[in-house]
């Protein structure tokens, strides 16, 4: 069964960092896969802000390079997104999945971030 957990959101002034988790199954989906980080603002449409590639390049949309990090443990089948000096503008519900959208998967339920002023 497909299934994509994401964990790790939370209320946080800004400024202040968060660690994002998302933890994937079944491994032989997601390991073979370039994997990214979304994000879903209220009224806007989902968006790509990260993404790493099966062999380690990363990249990252204009507004958040520099602030964040993202990370994988195929061990683990988890992919991490760390956030640091967040803004009220990250403020987002924050999913993870497959990158190339003819092998990505359902949505998981995501992880809600709200960074106050």
């Known amino acids: 069964q497909v299934r994509l957990v994401e964990s790790g959101g939370g209320l946080v002034r800004a400024g202040e960092s968060l660690t994002l988790s998302c933890q994937y199954s079944?491994?032989?989906?997601?390991?073979?896969?370039?994997m990214g980080w979304y994000r879903q603002a209220p009224g806007k449409q989902r968006e790509l802000v990260a993404f790493m590639r099966r062999g380690g390049d990363r990249n990252f949309i204009d507004s958040v390079s520099g602030r964040f990090a993202i990370s994988r443990d195929i061990a683990k089948n988890t992919v991490y997104l760390q956030m640091n000096n967040l803004k009220p503008e990250d403020t987002a519900v924050y999913y993870c999945n497959v990158v190339d959208p003819r092998v990505r998967t359902n949505w998981g339920q995501g992880t809600q971030v709200t960074v106050s002023s």
């Open positions: 079944p491994r032989n989906i997601y390991n073979g896969n370039d």
